[in-house]
């Protein structure tokens, strides 16, 4: 990619979500970037995959309170864009006005379904707000502002309040301090640097129906030291009781990631490399 240029960053939601902000703060070498909002993930992919008006997606894959995102492992597993970074951030929920209400005057909160979920124990001490659903956070935020409802409150993040005008009257309300989901960022496989500054692996597979066929696969990680730091299965469609396996692992000693993937190419059926990467930073704003 010419780093001349601004880069341009899919994300699912609008300018202000979480995912702008993981964006954000994992592209800050100063290059400008360009968020492209998307309604869907699968959006978010074809934006990058064809070249579309998007270089980078910027993806949440799992949350460390809702587990893992299987819809979208499958999404990238089925695609060719490849994990070529990652970002850790904590999810922190506020509850925002127009300027000049305060949390007496509002009748309504909207939010995304998993924001409202988060805040349910802030809005037990006032029972006389409605909560009300959205499909995204910051576009909660926006709506309000565009159209001046002083009756209607939304919770979304500190970006959303600076981007669309509106007070923070209560920040992190969510009730669990320890919310942090995790963001990858997906490129076209062309367009990934092959570069040896890795540490991390992503990688999905399928075993045979055999005795010990997952264990002699995960031998392989051990006996080479590297350290899987997760493992995640899902169905195969169309055929019941197999299942696909979704594995992360970090090498101190990149020497040996060529004789890792010969040893999981020979204990497992259909194995794919969905990238190799830094282990990413994490970020509590």
Not at 18 to 43: K, Q, V, W
Not at 103 to 111: A, G, N, R
Not at 141 to 157: D, M, P, V
Not at 171 to 188: A, D, G, P, Q
């Amino acid at each position: 990619m010419d780093t001349k240029k601004t880069r341009r960053v899919a994300i699912q939601g609008y300018p202000g979500a979480f995912h702008e902000i993981a964006a954000r703060l994992y592209y800050s070498d100063g290059i400008p970037i360009e968020i492209i909002p998307a309604d869907t993930f699968e959006e978010v992919v074809s934006l990058v995959e064809n070249n579309a008006g998007a270089d980078i997606g910027m993806m949440a894959i799992e949350n460390s309170i809702a587990g893992s995102l299987m819809y979208n492992y499958n999404l990238i597993n089925r695609s060719s864009l490849q994990i070529s970074g990652e970002v850790y951030l904590r999810i922190k929920q506020n509850l925002m006005v127009l300027p000049g209400s305060s949390i007496t005057d509002l009748d309504e909160v909207h939010s995304h379904y998993m924001a409202i979920a988060q805040c349910k124990e802030f809005f037990k001490a006032h029972p006389h707000i409605k909560l009300v659903e959205s499909k995204d956070t910051a576009e909660s935020a926006r709506y309000i502002a565009e159209n001046r409802l002083q009756r209607t409150g939304a919770i979304a993040s500190t970006l959303a309040a600076e981007m669309y005008g509106l007070d923070l009257i209560n920040e992190s309300i969510e009730t669990n301090k320890l919310n942090y989901t995790r963001f990858i960022v997906l490129e076209h496989f062309m367009n990934v640097p092959h570069d040896d500054g890795f540490n991390k692996v992503s990688v999905s597979f399928a075993v045979s129906h055999q005795t010990g066929s997952l264990y002699k696969a995960l031998k392989v990680l051990n006996d080479l030291n590297a350290n899987m730091t997760k493992i995640q299965s899902t169905p195969i469609a169309g055929r019941p009781w197999e299942y696909l396996f979704f594995v992360d692992f970090l090498l101190d000693d990149t020497s040996k990631f060529g004789n890792v993937i010969q040893g999981l190419s020979e204990t497992t059926l259909g194995l794919k490399i969905l990238g190799k990467y830094k282990a990413g930073a994490h970020y509590e704003d």
